[in-house]
């Protein structure tokens, strides 16, 4: 499903505020340009409340698991949360996930999880 434009328009400003506020962190100088990108989208996904902040198909579109930039990451919220404590706890989201869950894999494919 296609998010709406004003939508689309909120996690645009929020991911150029993270990028603008990364540049000005003298940690994240030396890092990787695209990992730190990758890890600024992701921040931005969890701060907009995103149910899965680096689902399958982000990682099928970057080539880039989550594992590769966590570090990155976590960086990323603790700096926000040490400049900006009260407004990044106030963005919390309990059902969110990083990662989708790993389905097991049978001889047949993909396991399927019933509610048995």
Known sequence: MKPKVELAEHFRKYAEFFADFCMYQECFITQDPYLLACA????????MGVAIIWSQEMELLTQ???SVFRELYSKIEQQYTANFADHARSQNYPEQLLTEPIQESTAYGP??????
């Not at 396991?111 to 048995?116: F, L, V």
Request: proline residues 0%; aromatic residues 18%.
């Open 40 to 47: 600024i989208v992701a921040y931005t996904r969890k701060f």
């Open 64 to 66: 880039c698991s989550f």
């Open 111 to 116: 396991a399927r999880k019933t509610g048995a």
